[in-house]
């Protein structure tokens, strides 16, 4: 059965940093592509950055500069370093995954909270 566990989130002052993690298990075809999405109160779930099994990356306007997406491929772990963080970067993250039989992504987590408050 597909698995992904999202953790890492919590609260934070403006400025601060978190580590999100997401891994991943009972995967039966190759993951091709994996990433973050995140959804706000009230609105649309956005897409906030993705990296393909070859470590090509690529970032919402929004977050590039501040945020880095990483993997490990040995322990099927996805990770989102954040960094100065603002307010607006309040919202549920989540993990997502695309297998290579799929054009897009096929499987989800359940979502960690972000919280940046002062």
């Known amino acids: 059965q597909v698995q992904l566990v999202e953790s890492g989130g919590g609260s934070v002052q403006p400025g601060g940093s978190l580590k999100l993690s997401c891994s991943a298990s009972?995967?039966?075809?190759?993951?091709?592509?994996m990433g973050w999405y995140r959804q706000a109160p009230g609105k649309e779930r956005e897409f906030v950055s993705s990296?393909?099994?070859?470590?090509?990356?690529s970032y919402a306007v929004s977050v590039k500069g501040r945020f880095t997406i990483s993997q490990d491929n040995a322990k099927e772990t996805l990770y989102l370093q954040m960094n100065s963080l603002k307010p607006e970067d309040t919202a549920v993250y989540y993990c997502?995954?695309?297998?290579?039989?799929?054009?897009?992504?096929?499987?989800w987590g359940q979502g960690t909270q972000v919280t940046v408050s002062s």
């Open positions: 990296i393909t099994r070859g470590g090509s990356t």
């Open positions: 009972g995967f039966s075809s190759t993951r091709c592509e």
């Open positions: 997502a995954a695309r297998t290579c039989t799929s054009a897009k992504y096929n499987a």
